[in-house]
């Protein structure tokens, strides 16, 4: 997968030189590429932001170098999708991931200030597919961050850059809920228990009980993932365990 990231401080992907990522990038698997806005900026103070048309506080990114920036990186038949960190776009989800995970290739625009300015967004929609993205309901500084998330949620995704991709499939928000809870040597530890079933080499009963853990978390922790599960996936503890909303039943964690 190629990544392409347009932002005025590069040294917030150095962290993607790093672990996991950073061996899939030396693999090949991933084909990362940062790029400094600035270049693109013919000013001796390299000024990549304007106040806003209409007034009001605060600077907007300009046009005119990420028009360049397009120009240069985007130059043959293929086009990127093209993300645009923002607070003002659509929510990423695990499922944006895993829908992002088969493009061959991204581009992150990262917003600093107000944001971009808009005709930059409409200009590269007109010739590349265009999302705008928000990490949460938060305001953060500038797409950075943001950005180096959803790297990570989406390359970790890629074929081969995990070793076990079987452990991709246990994961929290990938069945629709959050993960039970997990337990490693030794059996007991400051007066803690691992849960009897565990050790007890019974792998139903296993399965069955990280069914109810992850259940009965999300019900606690986020009941409205549990609203939005897909009635036919449910079995029959499944709906006594919603319809008594866990109250009966104590979580490992917390009981
Ligand atoms: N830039 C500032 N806040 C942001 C957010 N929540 N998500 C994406 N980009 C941002």
Request: proline share 6%; charged share 30%; glycine share 8%.
């Amino acid at each position: 997968m190629r990544l392409d990231v347009v932002t005025v401080f590069p040294e917030y992907f150095s962290p993607l030189d790093l672990s996991l990522i950073g061996k899939a990038r030396e693999r090949g698997l991933i084909d990362l590429r940062v790029h400094d806005l600035r270049r693109w900026t013919h000013d001796v103070h390299h000024s990549v932001d304007g106040t806003p048309a209409g007034g009001g506080a605060g600077m907007v990114m300009k046009p005119q170098p990420w028009g360049e920036c397009f120009d240069e990186v985007i130059d043959g038949q293929r086009r990127p999708h093209l993300l645009v960190t923002s607070p003002a776009g659509e929510p990423f989800s695990q499922k944006k991931a895993t829908e992002l995970a088969r493009e061959d290739w991204l581009m992150f625009a990262c917003g600093r200030y107000e944001g971009l300015d808009q005709r930059v967004v409409d200009y590269a929609a007109e010739r590349m597919p265009v999302t705008e993205v928000s990490l949460g309901d938060y305001v953060l500084f500038g797409g950075e961050v943001a950005a180096l998330t959803m790297i990570e949620a989406v390359t970790r995704l890629v074929p081969g850059v995990v070793g076990n991709s079987a452990s991709l499939d246990e994961e929290s928000h990938v069945n629709g809920l959050l993960e039970a809870p997990a337990y490693t040597k030794p059996a007991e530890w400051r007066g803690h228990v691992i849960p009897d079933v565990l050790r007890s080499g019974d792998h139903g009963a296993v399965d069955r009980w990280r069914r109810d853990q992850s259940l009965i978390r999300t019900l606690r922790r986020r009941p409205d993932l549990v609203a939005q599960l897909d009635e036919s996936t449910l079995d029959k503890r499944d709906r006594h365990l919603i319809e008594r909303a866990g109250i009966d039943e104590p979580d490992a964690d917390q009981a």
